[in-house]
């Protein structure tokens, strides 16, 4: 999906295995969706149980683990990523392109459900995002550099929220972020929001991306037919598959 979570790192495994149980129904028929309010210099993203603020200073992340997802169903997980370990592809964007120097990723998320989701989702995809994510909350405060060799800060928040009922199957992915030059301007931003409806049993799906910011890409994920050419930036992708892509 989207939007929420490196190509690169994928979750665990291990964490995978610790949480087989699949969850009750009702995970899905109480969520709510993420809503995202944003400005040039702000960005607030809520959700079930958490909120993130991003603005020019930094990014605040709250999570009320009694109302994140599901309480009675699978535990809650984290991880971080040290990104300075890795070889992740620059933000391109507007004015720049930015590689990552220093810096972390982290993820706090909950699995609702263990079934598929439906088309142009792969079972490639299904096996590195093995369940439901309900919710996902992703964090990046880091240091990266331009062409010119300037110091930056970037400073993001990589959601997604995803329902399966008899009803159908819903996804919000938004990627949001800001990037901040040494003089505490902001130099691009991010505003990706990816976004899945269909009925039962996938039908009438229908998917679009969102975008009001200045940094996206597109590029050929590894998960099987469909993958090729999605949205992405930096290191993070949209919508694991080609998407149209709308400029409200």
């Not at 995202?36 to 079930?48: F, L």
């Not at 535990?75 to 720049?96: E, Q, Y």
């Not at 439901?132 to 240091?143: N, Q, R, S």
């Given at each position: 999906?989207?939007?929420?979570a ?8 291990v964490?995978l295995?610790a949480?087989l149980a699949p969850?009750p129904?009702?995970?899905a028929?109480?969520a709510?969706g ?7 210099h702000?960005i607030k ?5 958490f ?17 994140f997802?599901d309480p009675?169903g699978e535990p809650?997980l984290?991880?971080?990523?040290d990104m300075?370990t890795?070889?992740?592809p ?6 720049g392109s930015?590689?990552v120097?220093?810096?972390t990723?982290t993820r ?12 142009p ?10 369940g439901i ?6 964090v990046?405060?880091?240091t990266?550099?331009?062409e010119k060799?300037e110091?930056f800060?970037v400073?993001i928040?990589d959601l997604?929220h995803?329902?399966l ?7 919000d992915s938004p990627?949001?972020?800001?990037i901040?030059?040494s ?5 691009d931003?991010i505003?990706?929001f990816?976004?899945?409806r269909?009925g039962?049993?996938?039908?009438n799906?229908r998917?679009?991306?969102?975008d ?8 050929d994920l590894?998960y099987g037919?469909?993958?090729a050419?999605?949205?992405?930036t ?5 919508l694991p598959?080609k998407?149209?892509v709308?400029t409200?």
């Amino acid at each position: 999906m989207r939007t929420f979570a490196l190509a690169a790192s994928a979750v665990p495994a291990v964490a995978l295995a610790a949480v087989l149980a699949p969850a009750p129904a009702s995970a899905a028929d109480r969520a709510h969706g993420i809503r995202v309010k944003e400005s040039r210099h702000h960005i607030k993203a809520t959700g079930d149980g958490f909120t993130v603020r991003i603005d020019r200073k930094g990014v605040r992340t709250e999570i009320d683990e009694a109302e994140f997802g599901d309480p009675a169903g699978e535990p809650i997980l984290r991880s971080v990523i040290d990104m300075a370990t890795r070889n992740f592809p620059p933000f391109v964007c507007r004015n720049g392109s930015y590689t990552v120097k220093t810096g972390t990723f982290t993820r706090t998320y909950r699995f609702s459900k263990r079934d598929p989701r439906p088309a142009p989702y792969t079972p490639e995809f299904g096996k590195a995002f093995a369940g439901i994510l309900t919710p996902f909350v992703g964090v990046v405060d880091a240091t990266a550099t331009n062409e010119k060799g300037e110091t930056f800060r970037v400073l993001i928040s990589d959601l997604a929220h995803e329902e399966l009922t008899p009803r159908g199957f819903r996804s919000d992915s938004p990627i949001h972020g800001l990037i901040v030059d040494s003089r505490g301007r902001v130099r691009d931003r991010i505003s990706l929001f990816g976004r899945f409806r269909s009925g039962p049993n996938g039908a009438n799906a229908r998917y679009w991306i969102e975008d009001r910011g200045t940094c996206r890409e597109t590029r050929d994920l590894p998960y099987g037919p469909g993958s090729a050419g999605a949205t992405v930036t930096g290191p993070f992708f949209v919508l694991p598959f080609k998407t149209p892509v709308v400029t409200p």
